[in-house]
């Protein structure tokens, strides 16, 4: 994510921010744009922009009152929410303080999400305006009654993504973490793996060459996915899976081993996109004995072609990170391990999504 800047006074604020700690004023997350617009606060909400040459009034999405979403839309909008909030299905009753702040959760990471792939240039439609091929999140109490139609569990089934609220709830997915052997189990990344799914039924499914290129790296999909699954929950993962996978989880099937390259993909650009924003830089006192260790993000990595020089930088900055951590006496903040194969396979996403690369 990169960082933004006030329109106003210029000093620096967060994709979530709603006001300007330095100057007051509010702001708004412009999708169209990918920028955040900043207008005084004693005036209304709504202001009108100029692009090329029209005029366009904009306003705040209707979940701002909320305080679960800063984007802006059309003045003239049928729905009143914004591209990300038009996804919804179901969502938490508001009623009840400790799922309005889940359900808050849930939107930060999803408008992450949004934004990352309105930056790959990746089509996003709600199954309201297309029911067959459009997608629609479910944010599910599952302590209460479920909705018609709803799943009861976290997943994915034909653009309809159901993320349960306990995924929101700190302590129990800590629970969950131990529990699923899972090191990195955060909502951004639940979101970034079901999304995957969707794309692989819209990228993939349809074009015969792409899902040849697909079984070559990741595996024949027809293998009985239920079967799989249970195999994987009472057999566990192949010992020597670090060599092939991104994750243990991965190997389960090869639709698991994709969400999970893809959700891995949109890790490394959000991380590398906030890196270059920052103008972070890595170069030791003895570059000459320590070459891994240098380099020089200058690229904006949402533009860059090569998937090779991207790699190499995230190598070299989770060296980083990861020792920082530990000088904290935290756990990793990239545990992950890149194998030729699992560099292949995140090569394999870098060129379906930049085919000039």
């Not at 202001?47 to 839309?73: G, M």
């Not at 039924?201 to 070559?216: G, K």
């Not at 924003?277 to 200058?298: D, E, K």
């Not at 090569?347 to 690369?357: C, D, E, F, M, T």
Request: glycine share 6%; proline share 5%; net charge negative.
């Amino acid at each position: 994510m990169k960082l933004f800047n006030c329109s106003l006074c210029n000093h620096i604020v967060f994709f979530e921010n709603t006001a300007c700690e330095s100057c007051g004023a509010s702001l708004g997350f412009i999708p169209d744009e990918l920028k955040m617009h900043a207008f005084a606060s004693e005036q209304e909400q709504s202001f009108t922009s100029e692009q090329a040459d029209s005029k366009i009034s904009w306003r705040y999405c209707a979940n701002h009152q909320h305080n679960a979403c800063n984007w802006l839309i059309n003045d003239d909008s049928s729905t009143g929410l914004c591209l990300a909030c038009e996804l919804n299905r179901y969502i938490p009753n508001l009623g009840n303080e400790d799922d309005h702040e889940g359900w808050r959760e849930l939107e930060f990471a999803k408008h992450r999400l949004v934004y990352s792939l309105l930056r790959l240039g990746l089509p996003i439609h709600s199954k309201q305006t297309r029911p067959k091929k459009g997608i629609a999140f479910d944010f599910i109490d599952t302590e209460k009654a479920i909705p018609a139609g709803a799943a009861q569990m976290t997943g994915h089934s034909q653009g309809q993504i159901t993320v349960t609220l306990d995924e929101a709830d700190p302590a129990k997915r800590e629970e969950y973490l131990g529990a699923m052997n899972e090191r990195y189990r955060r909502l951004l990344g639940h979101l970034r793996h079901e999304i995957g799914h969707y794309y692989w039924d819209l990228l993939i499914a349809p074009d015969q060459q792409q899902l040849q290129s697909f079984r070559t790296l990741f595996g024949d999909e027809q293998l009985n996915y239920s079967e799989a699954l249970n195999n994987h929950y009472n057999q566990g993962s192949p010992p020597n899976w670090r060599q092939h996978y991104i994750s243990a989880y991965a190997t389960s099937h090869p639709w698991e081993d994709w969400a999970e390259t893809w959700a891995h993909y949109l890790h490394i650009m959000d991380m590398l996109e906030t890196a270059y924003s920052v103008g972070l830089s890595t170069a030791p006192p003895t570059p000459a004995h320590q070459p891994f260790l240098t380099c020089q993000i200058s690229t904006d990595p949402y533009l860059e072609t090569d998937i090779n020089a991207l790699l190499q930088t995230t190598a070299t900055l989770s060296i980083a990170l990861n020792s920082l951590n530990r000088s904290m006496g935290l756990q990793d903040l990239y545990p992950f391990i890149l194998t030729d194969t699992v560099k292949e396979k995140i090569g394999y996403i870098h060129r379906l999504l930049h085919p000039a690369s």
